[in-house]
Nanobody, 115 residues
Framework: QVQLVESGGGLVQPGGSLRLSCVTSGFTFSSYQMKWHRQAPGKERELVASISSAGTTNYADSVKGRFTISRDNAKNTVYLQMNSLKPEDTAAYYC?????????WGQGTQVTVSL
């Protein structure tokens, strides 16, 4: 059974940091590209960051220099370190695993950036 379980979200003040984790099981994690997406209320889901099976990373322009995606293949886990958070980063964050046409999604974790 495939599972992707996100954690680490919460309420943080502007300028603060959070680290999201996505623990996976049920598929060959090391072979999959892993992505973090987010969706704010009333907006479309957007890609935040991705990391290939080889470790190549890409980021949305809005988070470059502030967010870092990483993976630990031994733990079947992908992370998103988020620094210098802004109110516009408020959203539900989703973990996504991709291998060719196969896609798996987690249930999401809420991040709220507010005073």
């Amino acid at each position: 059974q495939v599972q992707l379980v996100e954690s680490g979200g919460g309420l943080v003040q502007p300028g603060g940091s959070l680290r999201l984790s996505c623990v996976t099981s049920g598929f060959t994690f090391s072979s999959y590209q892993m992505k973090w997406h987010r969706q704010a209320p009333g907006k479309e889901r957007e890609l935040v960051a991705s990391i290939s099976s080889a470790g190549t990373t890409n980021y949305a322009d809005s988070v470059k220099g502030r967010f870092t995606i990483s993976r630990d293949n031994a733990k079947n886990t992908v992370y998103l370190q988020m620094n210098s958070l802004k109110p516009e980063d408020t959203a539900a964050y989703y973990c996504n695993a991709v291998f060719w046409t196969v896609k798996y999604w987690g249930q999401g974790t809420q991040v709220t950036v507010s005073l």
